[in-house]
T-cell receptor, first 115, second 113 residues
Framework: EAGVAQSPRYKIIEKRQSVAFWCNPI?????LYWYQQILGQGPKLLIQ????????DSQLPKDRFSAERLKGVDSTLKIQPAKLEDSAVYLC?????????????FGPGTRLTVT | AQSVSQHNHHVILSEAASLELGCNYS??????LFWYVQYPGQHLQLLLK??????LVKGIKGFEAEFIKSKFSFNLRKPSVQWSDTAEYFC???????????FGQGTTLQVKP
């Protein structure tokens, strides 16, 4: 079974530029999560999708971050404009359903450096 | 708000030493508890989980964890570590309603051969 795919793996941009990350979840997984992991901290949920609907985006900085999951499969996360403090690893995870007992499978992450 | 605290940020052990990593959470309701591991250069993966029942849960690679409700704790243990256990370990909880995970800050374990 293929895992969660993410691209790009690394990205370096200057502040005020825009950037987009892509995630392809495990086939059949209805729930998709985007987490932000700043160096030295644990991952923090940015947004959770159930199929193509948003379940939780309470910690997404909506003035600069946006995410979509068209057709309920792939998802993109965008930052525009980027700030220095956005430097982090952006993790995508998926699970079978929006249930607290379902295991989340994580992708390799995209390491973003904002200079 | 829910939070998770991991007591040790960086642990260094010799092979065959015993391991215990502390994890405490703050939430008064039903919780599900997890330990995730990230080996160097690899993805985050599930080590073990607790939903209900026996508070002593066993995971992969000889790890176990004990849920102590009265102490809001879910400590990870392994009787004898190996060099291959070198990794970063994350404790996480969710509130039993949705899948949203709250992670601790992680503990880096370095095992010396």
């Amino acid at each position: 079974e293929a895992g969660v795919a993410q691209s790009p793996r690394y990205k370096i941009i200057e502040k005020r530029q825009s950037v987009a990350f892509w995630c392809n979840p495990i086939s059949g997984h209805a729930t998709l999560y985007w987490y932000q992991q700043i160096l030295g901290q644990g991952p923090k949920l940015l947004i959770q999708f159930q199929n193509n609907g948003v379940v939780d985006d309470s910690q997404l900085p909506k003035d600069r971050f946006s995410a979509e999951r068209l057709k309920g499969v792939d998802s993109t996360l965008k930052i525009q404009p980027a700030k220095l403090e956005d430097s982090a690893v952006y993790l995508c995870a998926s699970s079978l359903a929006d249930s607290s007992t379902y295991e989340q499978y994580f992708g390799p992450g995209t390491r973003l450096t904002v200079t | 708000a829910q939070s998770v605290s991991q007591h040790n940020h960086h642990v260094i052990l010799s092979e065959a030493a015993s391991l215990e990593l502390g994890c405490n959470y703050s939430y008064g309701g039903t919780v599900n508890l997890f330990w995730y591991v990230q080996y160097p250069g690899q993805h985050l993966q599930l080590l073990l989980k607790y939903f209900s029942g026996d508070p002593l849960v066993k995971g992969i690679k000889g790890f176990e964890a004990e849920f102590i409700k009265s102490k809001f704790s879910f400590n990870l243990r392994k009787p004898s570590v190996q060099w291959s256990d070198t990794a970063e370990y994350f404790c996480a909880v969710n509130n039993g309603n949705t899948g949203k995970l709250i992670f601790g800050q992680g503990t880096t374990l370095q095992v010396k051969p």
